[in-house]
């Protein structure tokens, strides 16, 4: 006797996101990469300019591990656009300072990450946008605001199965 597989009576959202997510996330790369920006590098540089951060602070913001970070701001320092220096409010913690130049490639970035959002959304019709991001923003500040420890991370896209 041959087993079947059990029939699916949900929609696969797991597929559906991790896909949309992983194609997402390729596009943003392949348009920051047109500046010469990775998306960590954007992150650091965007949420530096909006107030005095640690190096610890951006990683977490940026869910970057330490080695991560410090790659990405030796190469916004490589770059000039981002300088480490202590803090003003405690000497001891080295802050992301973005430079003139730093400031004006994180304005180019933003547009350039508003226009891939702006395109992926402009694909729909727009009475499906607005419920499509109503719906997210209600799923991330809802059911899947945190995550369930687990002792296996998926981090892969899978592809779709028929």
Not at 60 to 85: H, I, P, Q, S
Not at 124 to 152: C, F, I, K, W, Y
């Given at each position: 006797?041959?087993?079947?597989?059990?029939?699916?009576?949900?929609?696969?959202?797991?597929?559906?996101?991790?896909?949309?997510?992983?194609?997402?996330?390729?596009?943003?790369?392949?348009?920051?990469?047109?500046?010469?920006?990775?998306?960590?590098?954007?992150?650091?540089?965007?949420?530096?300019?909006?107030?005095?951060?640690?190096?610890?602070?951006?990683?977490?913001?940026?869910?970057?591990?330490?080695?991560?970070?410090?790659?990405?701001?030796?190469?916004?320092?490589?770059?000039?656009?981002?300088?480490?220096?202590?803090?003003?409010?405690?000497?001891?913690?080295?802050?992301?300072?973005?430079?003139?130049?730093?400031a004006?490639?994180?304005?180019?970035?933003?547009?350039?990450?508003?226009?891939?959002?702006?395109?992926?959304?402009?694909?729909?019709?727009?009475?499906?946008?607005?419920?499509?991001?109503?719906?997210?923003n209600?799923?991330?500040?809802?059911?899947?605001?945190?995550?369930?420890?687990?002792?296996?991370?998926?981090?892969?896209?899978?592809?779709?199965?028929?």
């Amino acid at each position: 006797m041959t087993a079947m597989a059990p029939a699916r009576t949900e929609t696969d959202l797991s597929f559906l996101l991790d896909h949309t997510s992983h194609v997402l996330r390729t596009r943003m790369a392949a348009a920051l990469a047109e500046i010469g920006l990775t998306a960590r590098m954007h992150c650091v540089l965007v949420h530096a300019l909006e107030e005095e951060r640690t190096q610890i602070q951006l990683a977490e913001l940026g869910d970057m591990d330490k080695t991560t970070m410090v790659v990405t701001v030796d190469a916004l320092e490589k770059a000039g656009y981002a300088v480490r220096r202590p803090s003003s409010v405690d000497r001891r913690a080295r802050i992301i300072a973005v430079t003139d130049k730093g400031a004006e490639v994180a304005a180019r970035s933003q547009e350039v990450v508003d226009g891939v959002h702006r395109d992926a959304l402009a694909s729909l019709p727009d009475d499906e946008r607005e419920v499509l991001v109503r719906s997210l923003n209600r799923l991330v500040g809802g059911h899947l605001a945190t995550p369930v420890e687990s002792p296996q991370v998926a981090r892969r896209a899978r592809e779709r199965q028929r």
